[in-house]
């Protein structure tokens, strides 16, 4: 119940493409939900991040949806572009918490040219 | 503007040894996040502390490991008589308060053992 789910494991798309990463969890306590990105060799830095009484954010070209009643949320990249390729990860946190993270584990995103 | 410190970023360490990884916060920061990263999974909390209080440590295995976070000084993670199954990416993560928001992550430390 503390998990959450992530997939694809790997994604390929082309440059200008939409990449889509999905996310589930069963923890219906869990009341944010933010994603990271991260470079090889370097730390995970915040993308986006959404709370559940909202169904969808945009910030830039990245966009999460957010479905509370099958309890999952994606990730949307418009018009990807080559430096987005890196490993994302979607995360859950408990109501009334702090940031003790349950991660998914991770999608590694290539962006061909 | 100095974002969270984590030395050494790579650590390579013997069966039995110890490792201590340590890690500054972001300037402001008094709550500091340890996770552990092994290869091709996500992370997975360890431990979170505020200056000189353990906060939850349930993701800390019961044994070997321990951390503090004291008044003056870095966070520090200690893994005593280490184990292949420790080798991983050990990353800290500062927030400046307690509500969940954006964690700052250092660019981790990588322990290898041999």
């Known amino acids: 119940q503390q998990q959450v789910k992530q997939s694809p494991q790997s994604l390929i798309v082309q440059k200008g493409g939409i990449p889509i990463i999905n996310c589930a969890y069963e923890?219906?306590?869990?009341?944010?939900f933010p994603w990271y990105q991260q470079f090889p060799g370097k730390g995970p830095a915040l993308l986006i991040a959404i709370r559940p009484d909202v169904s969808e954010k945009k910030e830039g070209r990245f966009t999460i949806s957010f479905n509370k009643s099958a309890k999952q949320f994606s990730l949307h990249i418009m018009d990807s572009q080559p430096g987005d390729s890196a490993t994302y990860f979607c995360a859950a946190t408990l109501s009334g918490g702090y940031n003790k993270l349950i991660f998914g584990a991770g999608t590694r995103l290539a962006v061909h040219p | 503007n100095a974002g969270v410190m984590q030395n050494p970023r790579h650590l390579v360490r013997r069966r039995g040894q110890e490792a201590r990884l340590r890690c500054s916060p972001m300037?402001?920061?008094?709550?500091v996040y340890w996770y552990r990263q092994l290869p091709e999974e996500g992370l997975k909390f360890m431990v979170y502390l505020q200056k000189e209080n353990i906060i939850d440590e349930s993701g800390m295995p019961k044994e070997r490991f321990s951390a503090e976070f004291p008044k003056e000084g870095p966070s520090i993670l200690r893994i005593q008589q280490v184990v292949r199954g420790d080798s991983a990416a050990y990353f800290c993560?500062?927030?400046?308060?307690?509500?969940?928001?954006?964690?700052?992550f250092g660019e981790g430390s990588r322990l290898t053992v041999l």
């Open positions: 923890n219906t306590a869990f009341d944010y």
């Open positions: 993560a500062s927030s400046p308060g307690q509500a969940p928001g954006e964690l700052f």
């Open positions: 300037k402001g920061h008094s709550h």
